[in-house]
């Protein structure tokens, strides 16, 4: 299978560039082909501006969403986000990997999202209509792929808990499973998350990197996490509120768009 690694650290020294290196070792084991897109070394660019849109006039003005469309439309994107684009066709699966840095991803690869992820390629996918509110969220280009996340972290695994300071995990990585990957098509795995890096040896590293060969040896076979497709009865149209009868009464949060015994009422 094909596997498309995007990288975001600017040291190749560091402990995301070991653990980059152990699961590139570990998917080409499997057999896998693999490229990476490795954002700091590649000199990104990192924001939407006038420059990803060429034939716009010097004096119109710049609507980035209609840019984008029309841009992707018209094969008129950048180079460099073309490359990305064609990558992201190419790959069976792919993992964007990164240290977290105020609770999010580095902006450069947030940066990567907000340019490649274009118009009419990841977002304005399909027809809206009084029962479809166009290809996302489980639908789309990207669908028939997988998606995972690989991230460290400094705070310990309990400050992540349920219960932890810091909010559970899966709520703060919520808007990019199912926000930026989810919702062009992806099946999306659950993260690999390594806690409580900074004071890092030898001894911490081993058991992590052990782990992170396991999750690279079942990339295609570990369940996805079973968010609720939007298309598939769940959601009211054009609310886009889960149906009344889905999901514990009173309930509310992100764990609402979960598939549960309930799921898929037909319509
Ligand atoms: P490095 O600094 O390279 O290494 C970490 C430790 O691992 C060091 O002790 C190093 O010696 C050791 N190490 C490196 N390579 C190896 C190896 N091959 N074998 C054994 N040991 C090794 N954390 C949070 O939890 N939440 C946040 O919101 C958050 N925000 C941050 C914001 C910023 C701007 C920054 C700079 C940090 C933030 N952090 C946060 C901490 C951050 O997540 C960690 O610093 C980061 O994940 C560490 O990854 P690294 O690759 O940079 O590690």
């Known amino acids: 299978m094909k596997v498309l690694l995007v990288y975001a650290h600017p040291e190749p020294r560091s402990l995301n560039g070991a653990l980059h290196d152990v699961a590139i070792k570990a998917l080409k084991a499997q057999g896998h082909e693999v490229q990476v897109s490795d954002l700091y070394a590649d000199g990104w660019k990192s924001q939407v501006d006038r420059a990803d849109f060429p034939p716009l006039a010097q004096d119109e003005r710049l609507v980035p969403t209609a840019a984008s469309k029309k841009s992707f439309e018209a094969g008129t994107l950048t180079e460099d986000v073309k490359a990305e684009i064609e990558k992201l066709l190419w790959a069976d699966a792919l993992i964007l990997q990164f ?19 274009a118009y009419g390629f990841a977002y304005g996918v399909g027809e809206h209509s009084d029962r479809r509110w166009g290809d996302r969220y489980g639908e789309g280009t990207l669908a028939g792929r997988r998606a995972m996340l690989i991230v460290t972290a400094g705070g310990w695994e309990e400050h992540y808990a349920d219960r932890g300071i810091n909010g559970p995990i899966d709520d703060l990585l919520f808007p990019i499973n199912h926000g930026i990957l989810y919702y062009p098509g992806y ?28 999750r690279m040896r079942t990339l295609f076979t570990t369940r996805p996490i079973p968010y609720r497709q939007q298309n598939s009865g769940d959601y009211l149209i054009p609310s886009m509120q889960l149906h009344p009868e889905l999901g514990d009464p009173g309930a509310t949060g992100f764990t609402l768009h979960l598939k549960d015994a309930g799921s898929a009422i037909e319509q």
């Open 99 to 117: 240290p977290m840095w105020w609770f999010a991803m580095p902006a450069i690869l947030k940066g990567w999202v907000d340019r490649v992820f």
């Open 187 to 214: 099946e999306v795995l659950p993260p690999f998350v390594a806690y409580r890096v900074d004071r890092f040896d030898k001894s911490g590293f081993e058991p992590v990197a052990e782990r992170l060969r396991e």
